[in-house]
């Protein structure tokens, strides 16, 4: 699997972005999925995460209620909804893949793309 992140940009708080991850190769429906996100001078950190067949989701508490992970696994895509932004989402954006392990943890994500850079300005 490849990866290539899209749809980055900068918007106001309170505003909405929706990025998108676009897999390459035949495993995507057989891996989960996850967009994690690094700000300057900060650790790369989990937003949220989908399992292979889109039944289970899971998010960050910073993003709860106002981020939304979906797939469609006969596209080969993750997106990522992004509501109600705040000036503290501002970050690069990185969507993975991973077949097995804490689905929370980076470490267990060894496919990666290039990262979308999201800005919100106060």
């Known amino acids: 699997v490849q990866l290539q992140a899209s749809g980055g940009g900068l918007v106001q708080a309170g505003g909405s972005l929706r990025l998108s991850c676009a897999a390459s190769g035949r495993t995507f429906s057989s891996s989960d999925m996850g967009w994690f996100r690094q700000a300057p001078g900060k650790e790369r950190e989990f937003v949220a995460t989908i399992t292979r067949s889109g039944g289970g989701t899971y998010y960050a508490d910073s993003v709860m209620g106002r981020f939304t992970i979906s797939r469609d696994n006969a596209k080969n895509t993750v997106s990522l909804q992004m509501n109600s932004l705040k000036p503290e989402d501002t970050a690069v954006y990185y969507c993975?893949?991973?077949?097995?392990?804490?689905?929370?943890?980076?470490?267990?994500?060894?496919?990666w793309g290039q990262g979308t850079q999201v800005t919100v300005s106060s």
């Open positions: 993975a893949a991973t077949t097995r392990g804490n689905l929370r943890n980076s470490n267990s994500y060894n496919i």
